[in-house]
């Protein structure tokens, strides 16, 4: 798992010639408040209840025999400021559909399959290295109207004292619902490709497809 913010994940943020930084050190000159990642909409679908089990393995659940439905994936990344420093000890809230598109609440219309064996939603603090991640499954397509699914997505909900929160949603990269989706589409090309997280077999996870979310989240001016 990447655990260092590095050149070359700066370069995939798209920071260009602000990417010569490594985590802890600040470039100098004005930060990159262009690759902030874009806000979202936080949908009508956060948890409205406690439930004691919010750890990074959703496919699993306390008290529950076997695993979550669905094809188990890894999703790891950084929450950084705009000067590329990491931040550490945010609090990374996720939440998002099982498999069959369906989330845990009880206001979701859906009539697609709960699924017990999943979590649903996660509770993850970054670490030193500003780094996070969790393992999960892929969201299924859920119906907003009949002309309208939304794609695969995560929704995450970023925190930390002294800095502005973001909510927004992650994109899986190759699904062809992305291209029709009003919510993705509000953003331009460029914000997409913020959000939008391209997933590949990792020898790490006994080849399980994994991607990197990097979250840029901005400071409070006092
Ligand atoms: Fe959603």
């Known amino acids: 798992m990447d655990k260092k913010i590095t050149r070359r994940t700066a370069l995939q943020l798209g920071l260009g010639a602000a990417a010569g930084s490594v985590a802890g050190a ?13 806000a979202q909409t936080e ?3 956060y948890p409205k209840h406690d439930q004691p089990d919010k750890d990074a393995d959703l496919t699993m659940v306390d008290g529950q025999t076997g695993a979550a439905k669905g094809e188990a994936i890894i999703v ?8 590329m420093k990491p931040v550490a000890g945010a609090l990374v809230d996720v939440w998002q559909a099982n498999t069959h598109g369906k989330y845990h609440h009880e206001d979701d219309p859906n009539t697609a399959p709960t699924d017990p064996q999943f979590q649903g939603w996660a509770q993850l603090r970054t670490d030193d290295d500003g780094t996070f991640s969790f393992k999960t499954i892929i969201p299924g397509a859920y119906p907003v109207s009949d002309e ?9 909900k970023v925190a930390k004292r002294g800095y502005h929160e973001l909510t927004t949603q992650m994109y899986f990269a190759g699904n062809d619902l992305n291209e029709k989706d009003s919510i993705l589409n509000e953003l331009t090309d460029a914000e997409k490709s913020r959000v939008v997280v391209g997933f590949t077999p990792s020898d790490e996870h006994d080849g399980a497809n994994a991607g990197h979310f990097y979250i840029m989240i901005r400071k409070v001016i006092a």
Request: proline content about 21%; glycine content about 12%.
């Open 43 to 45: 949908g009508p679908f």
């Open 148 to 156: 309208w699914w939304r794609p695969p997505h995560i929704h995450f």
């Open 26 to 38: 600040a470039i100098p000159g004005p930060g990159p408040s262009h690759c902030v990642t874009p």
């Open 76 to 83: 790891s990344g950084a929450v950084i400021d705009e000067s």
